[in-house]
């Protein structure tokens, strides 16, 4: 059961960073400029640095499988996915609803 909480906080800290980071590139004036867009690359990085985090904490703690570490890193992934979902949701409702337009 520990190890699914360090894949949802994984996930949560991912998802929460890059949301964030697209609002504050907004605040800025800098979302849909090239550093916005290698900022927002940039941002990979990050979700490498995660990720290695969570495989290195998992293979710590136990003789972790290849398919335990894939597996760990899929729920990281994917947690992360939801949260940026409702983060990009919150984005184009209520910070900049003119975005997709």
Avoid at 37 to 63: C, K, P, Q, T, Y
């Amino acid at each position: 059961m520990r190890g699914m909480t360090l894949n949802v906080l994984g996930g949560v800290v991912l998802g929460a960073a890059s949301s964030a980071l697209i609002i504050v590139l907004h605040a800025v004036g800098l979302l849909r400029t090239p550093v916005g867009g290698r900022l927002l690359m940039a941002a990979l990085f990050l979700h490498a640095i995660v990720l290695i985090w969570v495989m290195s904490r998992h293979a710590r703690d136990e003789a972790a499988s290849f398919a335990r570490l894939l597996g760990a890193g899929l729920a990281v992934s994917l947690t992360a996915a939801v949260v940026m979902a409702l983060g990009s949701y919150v984005f184009v409702t209520a910070v900049d609803p003119s975005h997709l337009d």
